[in-house]
């Protein structure tokens, strides 16, 4: 079955211990999107790729980077993570076609637990 | 800037009891609608959607939500509630002007007890 796929599940790191996140998906989207998550919140947009083209929320602080290699695979990258950071972390993706934006389905993946000890 | 309220954090219902949950939005503009739930330590699923089609939108798990453009309002609702209903539920617009983004609301925690 076509789906978004995150590795790991579950990960640990130290304060300040640079920590990298992975999302795959076999929908052949377009448009990759990553989200944090905090305990009992709401999901909130970090940065989005519609393409190879990077779209960074404003508030999305520099601590946060992200790659995305090829169509399938996209990366989060936190380079000094502070205890501020624990957090789940979902990847989405969505097949823009319409040209406005937003409308079609965001498929999100199982998502990332990442703990900061 | 748009956003998305959502009335209540917690409902707990009785199995077989309707579920409504309620979602208020600031738009100008009629925006895109969703609703996804999501269950614990799982990634979101999506029930439904609204486009700009029908205003009655029905979803999957026997869920709808109907756009009230003068309430600007899209409360989920279901008939009759299963255990298995129970997971977090997220309203979330997509603000118009093309731009690829989920606008959250705060979520509310659904309970279904015998």
């Known amino acids: 079955d076509a789906m978004v796929i995150q590795n790991p599940r579950y990960q640990v790191t130290q304060f300040g211990k640079p920590v990298t996140l992975s999302c795959s998906q076999t929908?052949?989207?377009?448009?990759m999107y990553w989200y944090q998550q905090k305990s009992s919140q709401a999901p909130k947009l970090l940065f989005h790729y519609y393409d190879k083209d990077f779209n960074n929320e404003a508030d999305t602080p520099d601590n946060f980077q992200s790659r995305r290699p090829n169509t399938s695979f996209c990366f989060l990258d936190i380079r000094s993570p502070g205890l501020g950071d624990a957090a789940m972390y979902l990847c989405?993706?969505?097949?823009?076609?319409?040209?406005?934006?937003?409308?079609?389905?965001?498929?999100f993946g199982p998502g990332t637990r990442l703990t900061v000890l | 800037a748009q956003s998305v309220t959502q009335l209540g954090s917690h409902v707990s219902v009785s199995e077989g009891a309707l579920v409504l949950l309620r979602c208020n939005y600031s738009?100008?503009?009629?925006?895109?609608l969703f609703w996804y739930v999501q269950y614990p330590n799982q990634g979101l699923q999506l029930l439904l959607k609204?486009?700009?089609?029908?205003?009655l939108v029905k979803g999957i798990n026997g869920f709808e939500a109907e756009f009230k453009k003068s309430e600007t309002s899209f409360h989920l609702t279901k008939p009759s509630a299963h255990m298995s209903d129970a997971a977090e539920y997220f309203c979330?617009?997509?603000?118009?002007?093309?731009?690829?983004?989920?606008?959250f609301g705060a979520g509310t925690r659904l309970a279904v007890h015998p």
């Open positions: 738009s100008s503009v009629p925006p895109y």
């Open positions: 929908l052949n989207h377009n448009v």
């Open positions: 989405a993706t969505s097949r823009e076609t319409s040209g406005r934006g937003g409308t079609d389905t965001q498929y």
């Open positions: 609204y486009t700009s089609a029908a205003t």
């Open positions: 979330a617009v997509c603000p118009s002007g093309g731009y690829n983004k989920l606008i």
